[in-house]
DNA sequence: CCAATATCAAGAATTATTCCAATTATTATT
DNA sequence: AATAATAATTGGAATAATTCTTGATATTGG
């Protein structure tokens, strides 16, 4: 079943329209869930916790949303390894962390002042439209 | 058909043994294609290349190879997005471009004197055992 | 209201990668 | 050298995340 998008609860601060993108139930809830859980979920997580609003949606449709909103530059995609995507709504420069020993993903920033593309040497005349900075380790809490 | 280690051809220089990796005739192949061909081909792009040399090799075991050879530190494992696992010959910390034009992957290196760990807010007790830095973007040739 | 377009749901299809079982090779032991 | 134990290879089956397809439903704009 598809909602109707006039049928939205009062207590949603979402804009119905982000950036040309039009907000459906499905699309808000995704979104919301993201901005509440800011562990980097899966697909697969999110759509679990989507269901306790929306008992109906499906899948696919998780993953259009996520895929709409990424389109959008509303969320980010975050990739480890090969390991099934992660989603990310913080939109500053960061990047990230991942703690082996507990999987908890970290987000990343740098410190003041930094910008790495000064530090790289690119080829003459790139153009960078995207930058991922993963990091893999363990957190000692000693 | 498993190839006898002692017949490796005499035109390879690579020793019979690497930090305790036994080098078997399809590891040996595997790892010379990554050499010559250093365009960080996928799993099934090193199986076309060395079924020239070893026609009975199968896929499995070039997946296998590539492992092995990553566990060992022999090669590193670099991933775009969601595509197929590209595989790198080059030790020294670099980075990755991937030109969306072309698709060319170029080795990004540091300018001399930088260490990202240092620019970077890490939590406290983070021990990082790697580093991942990806680049998107295009090659303005004009 | 109507037509055009967008979104959704359910399940099938895709595909990179991993797993499995049988065979062969290598190494260690007698 | 023969034998036993271990490791590597192979081909095919299995896996799993993601994408695709199709029919239903919703939205928009006239
Ligand atoms: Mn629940
Ligand atoms: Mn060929
Ligand atoms: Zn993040
Ligand atoms: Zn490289």
């Known amino acids: 079943m598809v909602y109707k998008t006039s049928e939205v609860p009062a207590d949603i601060e979402i804009p119905e329209e982000i950036s040309g993108l039009r907000m459906t139930r499905q699309r808000q809830e995704v979104y919301r869930t993201l901005m509440q859980e800011r562990n980097h979920p899966t697909a697969n997580d999110v759509f679990m916790r989507v269901k306790d609003r929306l008992p109906n949606i499906s899948l696919a449709t998780v993953y259009n949303c996520l895929e709409a909103l990424v389109q959008h530059g509303i969320i980010r995609q975050v990739n480890f ?3 099934s995507s992660r989603y990310c709504p913080n939109l500053s420069e960061h990047g990230h962390f991942h703690d082996e020993t507990t999987g908890v ?3 990343i920033d740098f410190k003041p002042g930094v910008h790495l ?3 790289l040497n690119l080829p003459p005349g790139a153009v960078i439209e995207d930058v ?3 990091l893999r380790g363990k957190l000692l809490t000693a």
């Open 81 to 83: 390894e090969r390991e």
């Open 132 to 134: 991922e900075i993963t």
């Open 105 to 107: 993903i970290h987000d």
């Open 117 to 119: 593309a000064d530090l």
